[in-house]
């Protein structure tokens, strides 16, 4: 799906236009808003996943420590 | 070949249509000569009587009730990825028929016309109903024009009533579906709203989605062919999958659980939707249909859609239960649960 | 089978969900005021209202948590008079009204303005403002007029546009403005008499606009922990989660979960811009908050041109609500929707009473819409059957 974009707000001196090519952006109304920070989301992603596999250790614990 | 159009003296002297045109005369016989009979090319709608005769022996080996639809067909634009006003009321109606098991046979076709329409225009949509007809293997019989003031109507409104014949022993009705059911669809959900709103332009969006606008007439044979007793069939048009599935629901006081996850959506389908806040749910199909069918025939119908090129993406989407009765509830992909109720009013883009 | 859309997706990933659920089960017993009634948070943002239904996320919790739904759908605090200027506006002959669809059905104390167009004014809904823009430029004859509204979400985008026309001297274009700024409705949810509310998750978007110092000044001030979140079903369950961690240890500061899109100090062009072209005015009225101060905006003098209220004379209306409307009671999270006499009964979303009836992002349509709509009408003929005998 392709909508022209007003880039103005993710745009400035370190990250000029043509810097822009292949960005995820976050678009609201018609302006891109924010760039969305990959490694962000993957840290928030990872984080997730730990935080899952500790669950799982914390359970397993249990029920070996209920059995034995 | 030597049709009307061909006679020198007949052309249309003008390339749009005035309010002549609608007025009973000259004008008037050489548009329907040259547009309609010329078009729509079949020995019913030749000798141009004021009434189609239809052969009812012809009708009667064919099954032992009459199904009859009609159905009115505005659309902007008239011409749109994937289909156009023709085509939408030649299939809008045979699918009409086709969903209470009936084999479509005969469509008329009224046309309120916008004085000011291109000629061309209306050759092209008058083009694409003949060949969809005979995609669904129906004749157009018999028809009426009228010509309206500029404003008085938006270029174009068709109107097509059908006639088709129920095979012995089909029983389809929304009042059928029972706890244990399997819900089925025939393929991805609202690419027709997609289309449209994207046809439209007033979002300046720019996508490739195509309308899925087709006659489902020859896939509701396959499937009856693998389960004579389907219980429930709707063509899920305007109000989208959620309202024919709350129908259901209501009409067979039962709840129908739809796993979210197993929804067919495209993706660029469910970009628009991101995007502007719609609920793909809610937005109009013109190809797809949702069946209702006893769970120990499901894997049977399923083979069979998918053999048919208008449900090679059919899917099973949930089963009937119990309770709640006459609620249609969304399990998501979340785990959790929500209402799907019937949408009020117009859907509209949610945007802050 | 559906291919994935990237970056959001992945945030709607079930299999994540479960960890941060058990996770915040296993906290709940230890936070002593948990023990005694259902810790309250507060989701201010209706954009999470919407997450929170379309994902049934209130079921996953476990009960002693219960979710307030807050104002900020702009849709819903929109104020009757401001909706019937707007109307008027849309009815002049030469107007091309441009707004946002769900503004459409917002009702005023006569029509909406899907009422107004049916009756003949000429309203067109855009996906952008420089939608509107553009139909100025495709209509010189007639005079545009956007309604603009929202929080600081859509105040950069309206006053980009603005600039835009001011460059390209677009007289026929103006803006109906009746943005709001989202410090001070939040303080006027915490400020409500008797508001017991644990904690904030704070709106993303705006988050992504302002940075996140405004919102850290509330915490301070307020002791209440926030968390500044996104909108997919894994964002909410982790703030939620994030939430509750504070409240165990005691601690009320802002954190930050949209990581991907909230900077510290939000997005220097869109507040440039803003400040170029609004200002803060002095109070504004809001739909069941009353008149907020400092919680409005409007249009600079030097961009006096573009402000179609000093373009047309648009009348300055107060209209007061319903008697029977509690729109107010719910913002605030005092009642919850099927509490209030009119849900379902005088108001439904065919024909709303009150705003949160209106917008999808509504608490009361979402009630409506997505809960169990026969067993809360039971549970409020009980409430008043009780009230009645006591
Ligand atoms: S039910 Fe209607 S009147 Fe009552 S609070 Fe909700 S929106 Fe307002």
């Known amino acids: 799906m392709q909508r022209p974009v007003n880039i103005t707000c993710v745009i400035d001196e370190d990250h000029p236009v043509d810097a822009c090519l292949g960005d995820w952006v976050l678009v609201h109304v018609g302006f891109a808003m924010s760039r969305i920070d990959a490694q962000e989301a993957e840290k928030t992603l990872a984080l997730l996943a730990e935080l899952g596999e500790m669950q799982q250790e914390l359970d397993a614990m249990q029920s070996n420590g209920g059995q034995g | 070949m030597n049709r009307p159009a061909d006679k020198p003296g007949q052309h249309l002297a003008a390339d749009t249509i005035t309010l002549a045109h609608g007025a009973g005369g000259k004008a008037m016989r050489q548009l329907i000569d040259t547009v309609f009979v010329a078009g729509f090319a079949n020995n019913l709608l030749s000798p141009l009587e004021d009434q189609a005769r239809l052969d009812l022996d012809d009708l009667l080996g064919e099954g032992d009730q009459l199904a009859m639809t009609t159905d009115c067909y505005v659309v902007d634009p008239l011409f749109f990825p994937g289909g156009d006003i023709g085509k939408l009321a030649v299939a809008g109606t045979v699918n009409d028929l086709a969903v209470g098991g009936a084999i479509p046979r005969y469509l008329s076709c009224g046309m309120i016309i916008e004085e000011g329409l291109p000629l061309d225009t209306l050759r092209r949509v008058v083009a694409s109903m003949k060949s969809t007809a005979d995609a669904a293997g129906v004749r157009i019989v018999t028809g009426d024009t009228k010509v309206v003031h500029r404003g008085a109507a938006d270029k174009l409104f068709i109107n097509t009533a059908g006639i088709g014949v129920i095979p012995r022993g089909i029983h389809i009705a929304s009042q059928r579906a029972r706890p244990g059911d399997a819900i089925l669809i025939n393929g991805h959900i609202?690419?027709?709203?997609?289309?449209?709103?994207?046809?439209?332009?007033?979002?300046?969006?720019?996508?490739?989605?195509?309308?899925?606008?087709?006659?489902?007439?020859?896939?509701?044979?396959?499937?009856?062919?693998?389960?004579?007793?389907?219980h429930c069939l709707r063509d899920a048009t305007r109000g989208g999958v959620a309202t024919v599935l709350n129908e259901f629901a209501q009409a067979s006081d039962a709840c129908l659980r739809i796993d979210d996850t197993r929804l067919p959506i495209r993706a660029e389908v469910r970009g628009l939707c991101e995007l502007l806040g719609l609920d793909p749910l809610y937005l109009a199909n013109e190809g797809k249909l949702l069946a209702v069918v006893p769970a120990d025939a499901a894997d049977a119908v399923l083979a069979a859609m998918r053999a048919d090129p208008a449900g090679e993406h059919s899917v099973c989407i949930g089963h009937v239960a119990e309770a709640p009765t006459g609620s249609v509830i969304l399990q998501t992909g979340f785990g959790g649960e929500r209402i799907m109720d019937m949408l009020v009013g117009e859907q509209l883009p949610r945007i802050c | 089978m559906n291919q994935p859309l990237h970056l959001i997706d992945e945030f709607r990933d079930p299999a994540k969900a479960g960890a941060l659920i058990d996770d915040i089960r296993r906290l709940l017993p230890r936070i002593e005021r948990a023990r005694q009634s259902p810790l309250q948070l507060m989701e201010f943002c209706g954009g999470h209202t919407h997450t929170i239904f379309r994902y049934g996320l209130e079921q996953l919790l476990p009960e002693g948590i219960e979710l307030v739904h807050g104002p900020g759908c702009p849709v819903c605090v929109l104020p009757r008079g401001r909706v019937d200027a707007c109307v008027a506006l849309a009815e002049r002959p030469e107007v091309i009204l441009a707004t946002f669809g769900d503004a459409m059905r917002v009702p005023g104390s006569h029509k909406s303005l899907l009422q107004a167009k049916a009756e003949g004014a000429d309203v067109r809904m855009v996906y952008s403002p420089l939608d509107a823009l553009a139909l100025a430029r495709?209509?010189?004859?007639?005079?545009?007029?956007?309604?603009a509204l929202g929080f600081e979400t859509t105040m950069p985008s309206t006053a980009l546009t603005v600039l835009a026309a001011a460059h390209e001297q677009i007289e026929n274009f103006s803006l109906f403005c009746n943005h709001i700024t989202t410090a001070p409705t939040i303080q006027a949810v915490l400020d409500t008499p008797g508001m017991v509310l644990d904690g904030f998750l704070a709106p993303g978007h705006v988050g992504?606009?302002?940075?996140?110092?405004?919102?850290?000044?509330?915490?301070?001030?307020?002791?209440?922990?926030?968390?500044?979140?996104?909108?997919?079903?894994?964002?909410?369950?982790?703030?939620?989660?994030?939430?509750?961690k504070q409240i165990a240890a005691g601690r009320a500061e802002v954190e930050n979960q949209y990581q991907r899109v909230v900077r510290r100090d939000g997005n220097a062009p869109g507040l440039t811009a803003m400040a170029t072209v609004f200002e803060p005015h002095s109070t504004c009225q809001l739909r069941g908050l009353g008149s907020i101060g400092e919680s409005g905006v409007r249009i600079r003098d030097s961009y006096a041109r573009f402000d179609a209220e000093r373009r047309f004379k648009v009348p300055d209306l107060t209209i007061a609500d319903p008697a029977a409307c509690q729109c107010g009671e719910v913002i605030k999270g005092a009642i919850r929707p099927w509490q209030c006499q009119a849900f379902g009964n005088s108001c439904t979303p065919q024909a709303p009473l009150g705003a949160l009836m209106v917008s999808s992002e509504g608490a009361c349509a979402a009630y409506y819409n997505y809960g169990n709509l026969p067993e809360l009408l039971a549970r409020q003929r009980q409430a008043q059957q009780g009230a009645a005998a006591s």
């Open chain 2, 190 to 230: 609202g690419d027709h709203g997609a289309a449209i709103a994207d046809a439209r332009g007033e979002m300046s969006l720019h996508t490739d989605i195509q309308s899925d606008c087709r006659p489902l007439n020859a896939l509701v044979q396959t499937m009856l062919a693998a389960c004579p007793d389907i």
């Open chain 3, 138 to 147: 495709k209509h010189p004859e007639r005079q545009v007029v956007f309604f």
């Open chain 3, 208 to 244: 992504m606009v302002i940075g996140t110092g405004p919102f850290r000044s509330i915490a301070e001030r307020y002791r209440k922990p926030m968390v500044i979140t996104g909108f997919e079903p894994l964002d909410i369950l982790q703030s939620l989660w994030m939430l509750i």
